[in-house]
DNA sequence: TTGGAAAGTCAACAAGGCTGACGTAACTTC
DNA sequence: GAAGTTACGTCAGCCTTGTTGACTTTCCAA
């Protein structure tokens, strides 16, 4: 008996083999996704969570490092040893709060803004392609999915950078 | 003065504000999409390797150890170390090979297929909300865009398990 | 003035990557 | 049949990036 729903094969998308087929998809993508920043900092003593803090600096100038700890979603140590070497290296410039002088306010120096460049440059131009490749309508369904994918806190977040960015 | 291509508005997704916040999706979706098997797997001796190792074998049963080693993408090492512990505990089976008795084929056993089940049945559940409230098209999208951002060996191995898989 | 939040630091540890070197069994080739 | 290659396993050591716990300093606000 085969299994006959209101809306018919619409929801053939939803069997087993579809959605796992779309966390492959996911796994794989992802391996791209850092493939070209891994590159570019390997050699330097930099890895991806130093790229992490650097794109988050970059697209929030002047946030705090709690702010900057709940978007990572790491603990203050992990983030702290990534963050001291990025200023010990002045590509990351920390200012005291002026209202909260307990606060240090993040921005990217002017060596920090070329790391930044380079990485994203490389990241874009894959994701440039990619779009291309898959047309605007593909881009409009592919970040409608990542975004239901998304914890409701992390979603908030997300939407959060998308207004100041916007 | 307005930057006036020949198709007009339809390139407005490929703008760096565009390009940067499918970035920040792909980032914040991936955190949601790990994020079940990881809450599953801690506290159990396993992590997110365990499980990449696990779901690979369920997802072609009888593959040789260097089989996954390119799959996976990481040194045989590493893999061992995984695959070492997870036969240990009686999850999964190699058996010697009948052709060639050097390789080893990998099996889930019963205990094995059991903890899959729990991990993709955690991990499919959020993929398949994310499908029903994006719809059918938007995972077609979705699916497009992520295969185009795979760099083009892996995207050959992802296209094999679609095969082997449909 | 006292409590608590924000930030930073030290120490110890674990997962999971990596390289290099070596061993063994089995297959392949000369 | 000897020599070389392949598949796999393993030992040892290293790195990055995450964790917890304990503690200090600084500062705001009740």
Not at 4 to 10: A, F, K, M, N
Not at 27 to 36: I, L, N
Not at 95 to 115: W, Y
Request: proline share 3%; charged share 30%.
């Amino acid at each position: 008996m085969a299994d006959q729903t209101p809306s018919g094969e619409s929801l053939l998308f939803l069997t087993d083999e579809q959605v796992r087929k779309g966390i492959e998809a996911m796994f794989f993508a992802y391996r791209g996704f850092t493939a070209d920043p891994d590159r570019i900092l390997e050699g330097m003593d930099y890895g991806r969570a130093h790229h992490r803090a650097i794109h988050f600096i970059h697209r929030s100038p002047g946030t705090t490092v709690s702010n900057l700890l709940t978007i990572l979603g790491v603990t203050k140590q992990s983030l702290n040893r990534v963050l001291r070497t990025l200023i010990e290296d002045g590509l990351v410039e920390a200012r005291v709060g002026r209202r909260d002088k307990r606060e240090r306010h993040l921005f990217l120096t002017a060596k920090g803004q070329e790391l930044e460049r380079e990485l994203s440059d490389a990241q874009r131009a894959r994701m440039r392609a990619a779009y291309r490749a898959a047309g605007p309508q593909a881009v409009a369904g592919f970040r409608q999915v990542l975004e239901a994918m998304m914890d409701p806190e992390l979603r908030r977040q997300y939407q959060g950078l998308k207004e100041s960015g916007a």
